[in-house]
């Protein structure tokens, strides 16, 4: 019908059939960012966050999401991650050209199968920023969530893909 591989003959929304594809090494790396006032941010790097450590709770928050991700998204395939890292990194002022501060979160994701694990690193850099906003909502509810977006995705029948520098 449309050309789109979750869309049957009839415009019915099914699970794409991934048993005849070749099993392959696959890795995808998500990012998004969560702006705050800079007070926010110095709490959160100087550990007197109310909640606890916040990049901490964050890293765990995204792993645990990559391995849920087909319990969230209704066409995904529940997929035997292998690596599901998530890296937090301060963004002070000055350090972007919009002068925006926060926090950057990097997911990789990595699998060894027979479809994508885009969806489990967007996942994770969505949950990992979720957890940020949740842990210093109470002293800053203004916050942000921006950028979630894919920047590389690797293996499979289409091979690399990586986003262009802006």
Not at 15 to 25: L, N, P, R
Not at 26 to 55: H, Q, W
Not at 118 to 128: I, K, N, P, W
Request: hydrophobic share 40%.
């Amino acid at each position: 019908m449309s050309g789109l591989t979750h869309i049957d003959e009839h415009g019915a929304a099914r699970m794409v059939d991934v048993g005849e594809k070749a099993s392959t090494q696959r890795i995808a790396i998500a990012e998004g960012f969560i702006s705050m006032n800079p007070a926010t941010l110095s709490m959160i790097v100087d550990g007197t966050a109310p909640k606890g450590d916040v990049f901490a709770c964050a890293r765990i928050a995204g792993i645990m999401a990559s391995k849920q991700t087909s319990s969230l998204i209704p066409l995904c395939h529940p997929l035997a991650i292998t690596k599901s890292e998530i890296e937090c990194k301060p963004v002070y002022a000055g350090e972007r050209t919009d002068g925006l501060v926060g926090v950057h979160v990097q997911s990789t994701c990595k699998v060894t199968g027979q479809t994508g694990i885009e969806m489990e690193a967007l996942t994770a850099a969505s949950v990992a920023c979720l957890t940020i906003y949740d842990m210093c909502k109470a002293v800053d509810r203004g916050m942000e969530i921006q950028e979630v977006r894919l920047l590389v995705k690797d293996g499979g029948k289409t091979g690399l893909w990586q986003r262009e520098s802006a």
